[in-house]
């Protein structure tokens, strides 16, 4: 099994361009897909309520970045959690989660778990993290909040090295920084501003009254201070038959 930071077993010979492979929906998987939208709740689903266009950096080699999709739903004022895609397309592919946490309940983390999250607050303030659509004045203040705030995020399926499926151990992903290899590569944002017409420099400009926090933990984007990043491996494991004691 590859590592998070090899390139998997190529996808057997003859399973086509079609990423993820496989047939088109059939007129009963449809129909079932129909009646269940009328009949289930679908609760946990229908609690994300924001879209959140940004962008991230393989924390095992950053020269790789993704324009990233998160639907957002939010548990409670510390804590949201996040469906990652890799566009907002009808058919767009499920690459990952992130957990999002206030600073609050960041520091009060253990001093290994910090390691693996990563800080928003440039993010936020350079215009990259946008919610596509939304007038920016009414999402101040929850920008404002976002600069405060920590996120782990877990890609399961790396489209853009051509996966056809989700393959390999999971990526630990980086938040864009100020500072190489962090900086998103300009033809990244241009496309992105394109396609929603919007300006990024244009928004840090009117984001630069937004106050930023007064310190960053720096155990977070441990990359900026030790220069290397995290990779899993997956290695074979003797199973557990016995449950320990309470």
């Given at each position: 099994?590859?590592?998070s ?24 998987q449809?129909m ?40 957002i ?25 992130e ?25 936020v ?5 946008v ?42 992903m980086?938040s ?8 998103v ?10 396609k ?15 106050d ?10 441990y990359?900026?201070?030790?220069g290397?990043g995290?990779?899993?491996d ?5 199973m ?7």
């Amino acid at each position: 099994m590859a590592s998070s930071d090899q390139t998997p077993s190529p996808m057997p010979a003859g399973s086509g361009q079609r990423i993820p492979p496989g047939q088109p929906m059939s007129m009963e998987q449809h129909m079932l897909d129909k009646g269940a939208q009328m009949t289930q709740s679908l609760k946990p689903v229908k609690q994300m309520n924001q879209h959140v266009c940004t962008f991230a950096l393989y924390g095992h080699d950053m020269t790789r970045q993704i324009e990233t999709h998160h639907y957002i739903n939010r548990l409670n004022q510390d804590f949201l959690q996040c469906a990652v895609y890799d566009s907002d397309d009808m058919s767009g592919h499920l690459i990952g989660v992130e957990y999002i946490v206030s600073d609050r309940v960041f520091e009060n983390l253990p001093l290994d778990e910090q390691k693996l999250w990563h800080s928003h607050a440039y993010e936020v303030k350079s215009g990259l993290w946008v919610n596509p659509r939304v007038p920016e004045m009414l999402g101040k203040p929850e920008l404002e909040n976002m600069t405060r705030t920590y996120g782990k995020f877990w890609c399961t399926w790396q489209v853009d090295r051509g996966d056809a499926l989700p393959m390999g151990a999971p990526a630990l992903m980086m938040s864009p920084q100020s500072v190489s290899p962090g900086i998103v590569k300009p033809e990244l944002v241009a496309k992105r501003d394109d396609k929603y017409n919007i300006s990024t420099e244009a928004l840090r400009r009117s984001r630069v009254e937004i106050d930023e926090p007064e310190w960053i933990n720096p155990q977070a984007d441990y990359w900026k201070q030790h220069g290397k990043g995290f990779a899993i491996d997956i290695q074979p494991s003797e199973m557990k038959l016995r449950a320990p004691f309470p």
